[in-house]
């Protein structure tokens, strides 16, 4: 008994008392594997996730066919041909009249009296730090808004929308046409001036402006003159547009209200209701294309986001963009849209397209997309089956392994 005792143990006998110990150590390290391994893990043992009291809503899902494709395009158009325009002063562009504002700096020319004649010869201030001549000033009338400065050669209208003119003392000019400006005027001078011959002009125009913001290459105000001044012309006059604006979104505050313009709309089909007539006051913001974005999600070869092309995206632009539908995963039948979660999250709009369907391919073409729609492709049912095994296998292979040690 004493010899079996005292008997040293065999490599084989140490091995499996080696084994015998480490079984249970690999498996509580297994078990703890989220809070051993390295790598990130959130330890939710401090977040208390609440019950949910009221059952889950379910949504209708609208199958895409031929008859919804129409209904769909039917309703766009008619929610276009609805939208809110601004109200105009002039229905028509050949009604518009400038009429004089505060801070509009006036020439006036007296005919054979110098004296009383804004002199044509001399430079002007051109409201900065630079000064240019009146032919300068009449070639280039509305290009930029011109800064508040006051003129010491031209009429500049004072703040209470008068000037001094010699002989006949302050005469009210804002509110008034310039050929209104020119008849009182000549009307002053008559006592003094046998027949006088009266012209008045705008040297700057600078008291009436829009602004201009956004995603334009040189943003900010631009003077109202006697030329019409209209959506696009303004953006035109801005520089143009950036690579990433949105023009089809195009928002102009009016008043304290808010309207939104489809500027390319006039270049894609000749909507001319688009292009309205701006005034004082006006504000234009050209927004950046990120309200434009449609995701695509599941099982696609590349999920991303992606940006509507003037306004338009079908099924098929967004699926072919995204790289395709994956062959082994992705289930045909379930082409999902949803619509209207930033609006009404709680009711969105449900859409699916059978792509095994032989008219499929002609109907995601057609079926146009809306801003912040998502498209998410579903998952075939043997995929899943297989993700699951993929996950499950790993545990398995550990354990039976851990067990062969043990033995």
């Known amino acids: 008994m004493l010899n079996m005792l005292m008997r040293k143990p065999t490599p084989l006998t140490s091995l499996k008392s080696l084994t015998a110990l480490a079984a249970p150590i690999l498996l509580t390290t297994f078990l703890s594997a989220c809070s051993t391994v390295p790598g990130y893990f959130l330890d939710t043992s401090r977040l208390k996730e609440e019950p949910r009291t009221t059952p889950q809503e379910t949504y209708p899902v609208k199958v895409i066919d031929s008859d919804l494709v129409l209904a769909e395009a039917k309703a766009q158009a008619a ?18 009249i400038y009429r004089l504002s505060p801070q509009d700096i006036l020439g006036v020319t007296v005919w054979d009296h110098p004296e009383l004649t804004t ?8 409201g900065g730090n630079t000064t240019q001549s009146v032919g300068q000033v009449l070639q280039q009338p509305y290009t930029t808004a011109l800064p508040g400065q006051a003129d010491p050669f031209g009429q500049t209208i004072s703040a209470d929308g008068t000037i001094y003119f010699p ?22 001078l008559t006592p003094y001036i046998k027949n006088p011959q009266v012209d008045v002009r705008v040297l700057s125009y600078r008291g009436q402006k829009v602004q201009v913001t956004g995603e334009v290459k040189t943003p900010g105000p631009l003077a109202i003159s006697d030329v019409p001044l209209t959506l696009v012309d303004a953006i035109t006059r801005s520089g143009g547009t950036n690579s990433d604006a949105d023009l089809q979104r195009v928002r102009l505050t009016r008043n304290k209200q808010l309207y939104v313009l489809d500027a390319n709309g006039l270049l894609d089909r000749g909507d001319t209701t688009q292009n309205v007539m701006l005034q004082a006051g006006d504000i234009i913001n050209v927004p950046d294309n990120t309200n434009s974005r449609v ?3 599941g099982e696609v070869k590349s999920p991303q986001p992606m940006y509507m092309l003037k306004g338009r995206l079908s099924i098929a632009d967004a699926l072919s963009q995204a790289g395709g539908i994956l062959d082994t ?19 969105p709009e449900a859409y699916r397209l059978d792509l095994t ?51």
């Open 119 to 126: 002199p044509n010869g001399t430079t002007l201030s051109a």
């Open 167 to 188: 002989f006949i003392g302050r005469i009210r000019a804002a509110g008034k046409t310039a050929g209104e400006l020119r008849d009182q005027i000549a009307a002053g």
């Open 295 to 297: 995701f695509v999600l």
């Open 79 to 96: 929610a276009a041909a609805s939208q809110a325009l601004p109200p105009s002063r002039f229905a028509d562009p050949a009604q518009y």
């Open 357 to 407: 369907q032989p008219d499929a391919i002609m109907l995601s073409a057609q079926f146009q997309l809306q801003p912040q729609d998502v498209i998410y492709v579903g998952t075939a049912a043997s995929a899943t089956f297989n993700r699951v095994l993929n996950q499950v296998l790993p545990t398995i292979q550990t354990m039976f392994y851990v067990k062969q040690l043990t033995h």
């Open 329 to 347: 995963d992705a289930n045909p039948r379930q082409i999902y849209v949803l619509r209207g979660m930033k609006d009404n999250p709680t009711k």
